[in-house]
């Protein structure tokens, strides 16, 4: 078992990380992000192209921690667009189609990067990995992606819009990264920024309590869909002090009361669920971040 903190020591601790991190560190994944969008503008294969360059996680979301802040940029291609189910038969999906299949994309952004930074690590599965250069950048996860249409008559304008990513492995990954963004932001509003407070603190305790050896390290994303899920109201009674220990009463009511209340679950896209058979982590995982995050930060038991 962790360490256990004096209600003084969480209190100088729950101040400290109510922040996202400073001006300084700010600017430097800023950099990162202009770097990425100059290697692509300048890389011929792409002139002309409708690809979108732009930052997604908790960068752009805010919910980024002071010394645990890479910076996650996607280089996504929006034509051809890609979809599934009946609307791939109708509106016909092009995974491997036309002149921009998967692979080649794939291999014009590893050319984009390397012709910009040199060093660029290849071998993971989804992202391109840019080491970080001490002083000046953070190191980057670059990912080669097609815009994603789910078609819905019940979302606005009858689709969504997200991204979707072809590992080495042949696997297909959907994201939303620009939902995330905007229900935070709606979620943040809502909760007087009590919300992107209670992830950050979240998120702090988990990096110690991996550090420590209590837990195994668990991504950062994580602790974001764990606390989107805590309603609005339970963030807005009392100090910072009770919004964080409310949110994670909540959390952990959720994850083991009755009626599957952890398969309602949603990520802050509001679109996949935090549980299922997918994702790198398990209901366990939640239930021992919460236990081990209430002991550290001594709330009791």
């Not at 996650?72 to 016909?92: C, E, Q």
């Not at 995330?180 to 932001?185: K, Y």
């Given at each position: 078992?962790?360490?256990?903190?004096?209600?003084?020591?969480?209190?100088?601790?729950?101040?400290?990380?109510?922040?996202?991190?400073?001006?300084?560190?700010?600017?430097?994944?800023?950099?990162?992000?202009?770097?990425?969008?100059?290697?692509?503008?300048?890389?011929?294969?792409?002139?002309?192209?409708?690809?979108?360059?732009?930052?997604?996680g908790s960068y752009?979301?805010?919910?980024?921690?002071?010394?645990?802040?890479?910076?996650?940029?996607?280089?996504?291609?929006n034509d051809p667009?890609?979809?599934?189910?009946?609307?791939?038969?109708?509106?016909?999906?092009?995974?491997?189609?036309?002149?921009?299949?998967?692979?080649?994309?794939?291999?014009?952004?590893?050319?984009?990067?390397?012709?910009?930074?040199?060093?660029?690590?290849?071998?993971?599965?989804?992202?391109?990995?840019?080491?970080?250069?001490?002083?000046?950048?953070?190191?980057?996860?670059?990912?080669?992606?097609?815009?994603?249409?789910?078609?819905?008559?019940?979302?606005?304008?009858?689709?969504?819009?997200?991204?979707?990513?072809?590992?080495?492995?042949?696997?297909?990954?959907?994201?939303?990264?620009?939902?995330?963004?905007?229900?935070?932001?709606?979620?943040?509003?809502?909760?007087?920024?009590?919300?992107?407070?209670?992830?950050?603190?979240?998120?702090?305790?988990?990096?110690?309590?991996?550090?420590?050896?209590?837990?195994?390290?668990?991504?950062?994303?994580?602790?974001?869909?764990?606390?989107?899920?805590?309603?609005?109201?339970?963030?807005?009674?009392?100090?910072?002090?009770?919004?964080?220990?409310?949110?994670?009463?909540?959390?952990?009511?959720?994850?083991?009361?009755?009626?599957?209340?952890?398969?309602?679950?949603?990520?802050?896209?509001?679109?996949?669920?935090?549980?299922?058979?997918?994702?790198?982590?398990?209901?366990?995982?939640?239930?021992?971040?919460?236990?081990?995050?209430?002991?550290?930060?001594?709330?009791?038991?």
């Amino acid at each position: 078992m962790a360490r256990q903190l004096t209600v003084t020591q969480r209190l100088a601790l729950i101040s400290r990380w109510k922040n996202p991190p400073g001006p300084s560190e700010q600017r430097r994944l800023e950099r990162a992000e202009r770097m990425i969008k100059t290697a692509v503008d300048r890389h011929g294969p792409f002139w002309g192209l409708d690809i979108t360059v732009a930052a997604k996680g908790s960068y752009p979301n805010k919910t980024n921690v002071r010394g645990d802040s890479d910076v996650d940029i996607m280089v996504k291609l929006n034509d051809p667009v890609h979809t599934d189910g009946v609307a791939s038969w109708w509106f016909g999906e092009q995974a491997d189609a036309g002149t921009w299949p998967r692979t080649r994309l794939r291999n014009e952004v590893y050319a984009a990067l390397t012709n910009h930074f040199g060093s660029v690590d290849p071998d993971h599965n989804i992202a391109f990995y840019v080491p970080e250069v001490v002083g000046s950048r953070p190191s980057i996860d670059v990912v080669p992606c097609f815009k994603w249409v789910k078609h819905d008559f019940s979302a606005p304008g009858g689709q969504y819009v997200g991204s979707a990513v072809y590992g080495r492995n042949g696997q297909r990954i959907i994201n939303w990264p620009e939902r995330q963004l905007a229900n935070g932001r709606t979620k943040n509003t809502d909760t007087n920024l009590r919300y992107k407070f209670v992830v950050r603190v979240l998120k702090n305790v988990e990096n110690d309590l991996a550090a420590e050896g209590v837990i195994k390290a668990l991504p950062s994303y994580f602790s974001e869909c764990l606390i989107y899920n805590v309603p609005n109201p339970v963030f807005l009674a009392g100090d910072f002090d009770d919004a964080v220990r409310a949110s994670l009463e909540e959390v952990y009511q959720q994850l083991t009361g009755t009626w599957f209340g952890s398969q309602r679950m949603m990520e802050p896209n509001g679109i996949k669920k935090v549980f299922s058979e997918d994702q790198k982590w398990t209901e366990k995982d939640a239930r021992e971040l919460i236990e081990r995050a209430w002991h550290y930060l001594g709330y009791g038991g």
